[in-house]
């Protein structure tokens, strides 16, 4: 783990996936997000906000069975990112956040989302690719809408993706071997 100004990047599988921390917070972006999401409190608050949302997109009207979904598609994305081994492929995990885009940007913005049973995943990890199969987590939430720009929640899930990457390329960083030197830096 290496600090610099205003976050920290914390391993989280070697070489392949690292995960933002940002300053006073106990917990990197990866575990913050999967704790907020198997945490029944924190989803039974969530729904009710968002409950005209669920109920709209997703044609679910009932609270407890959109947190019992989400614990239990939380736990299959957390394994399903973490259960890759050193050799396999991450974009098989992470896609483009933007469906149009075609090729590879520095640090393009991507998301994981779950593969839950009964309608789409409404979960999502985002990260910045930062290399071939090599991801740096920024954050993730709960969607409900079609777009990230219709909510706030989603919304700062953007800016902390565009926040990074400012930050990542004024320390001239610009490909995963960029990224390994700057850990390493003193």
């Not at 409190?41 to 669920?54: A, E, H, S, V, Y």
């Not at 989400?70 to 736990?75: E, G, S, V």
């Not at 992470?94 to 520095?106: A, H, K, Q, T, V």
């Amino acid at each position: 783990m290496q600090k610099r100004r205003n976050m920290t990047f914390d391993p989280i599988i070697p070489d392949s996936l690292w995960s933002v921390r940002y300053d006073n917070c106990p917990e990197n972006a990866f575990f913050q997000v999967f704790n907020h999401w198997t945490d029944p409190m924190w989803l039974r608050d969530f729904f009710f906000q968002n409950q005209k949302d669920l109920n709209a997109y997703f044609k679910v009207t009932n609270v407890d069975s959109a947190i019992y979904e989400t614990i239990a598609d939380a736990h299959a994305l957390q394994c399903l990112i973490l259960d890759v081994a050193v050799e396999a492929d991450l974009n098989k995990v992470f896609r483009p956040l933007e469906p149009s885009r075609i090729s590879d940007i520095l640090f393009g913005r991507e998301k994981a989302k779950g593969d839950a049973s009964r309608h789409p995943s409404w979960l999502r990890i985002y990260a910045l690719k930062a290399g071939d199969s090599t991801y740096i987590v920024t954050g993730g939430a709960i969607k409900l809408t079609a777009t990230m720009q219709e909510r706030e929640h989603t919304l700062e899930e953007l800016r902390k993706m565009e926040m990074v990457r400012n930050y990542l390329i004024s320390e001239g960083v610009v490909d995963k071997d960029g990224f390994i030197d700057y850990l390493q830096a003193d």
